[in-house]
């Protein structure tokens, strides 16, 4: 997540509502931005003990961090090039639509 602490709330009203539990320990992986790659693994190998209809998973925290940590998981952090793509959009778009920057024509 972004902004786990967020994320972490609604987790919390969720388990509450449907898993009838509450949160006691949190585990936190490393920041990485191919967390869209890793949570895909992850539902699918723990998708046997998905509770229906919800994206909660009904196992102890010591397996789960077990089997996570031998998953060998990719924490990537491409941050710098995320940045430099998108950087590079906006200038590509700046031309499509003949933007000049006032500041520039000076």
């Not at 585990?27 to 931005?33: E, F, G, S, V, Y």
């Not at 710098?80 to 000049?100: N, Q, S, T, Y």
């Amino acid at each position: 997540a972004k902004e786990p602490y967020k994320r972490l709330k609604g987790l919390k009203r969720n388990i509450e509502t449907y898993g009838q539990g509450l949160i006691k320990r949190v585990a936190l992986t490393p920041q990485h931005t191919n967390f869209k790659k890793n949570e895909k693994i992850l539902h699918a190998h723990f998708n046997t003990q998905r509770l229906p209809n919800t994206e909660l998973f009904d196992l102890d925290f010591e397996s789960a961090v077990s089997v996570i940590s031998a998953l060998n998981l990719e924490y990537k952090d491409e941050t710098d090039e995320i940045e430099r793509r998108a950087d590079a959009f906006l200038h590509m778009m700046k031309g499509v639509l003949g933007w000049k920057n006032p500041e520039v024509s000076k």
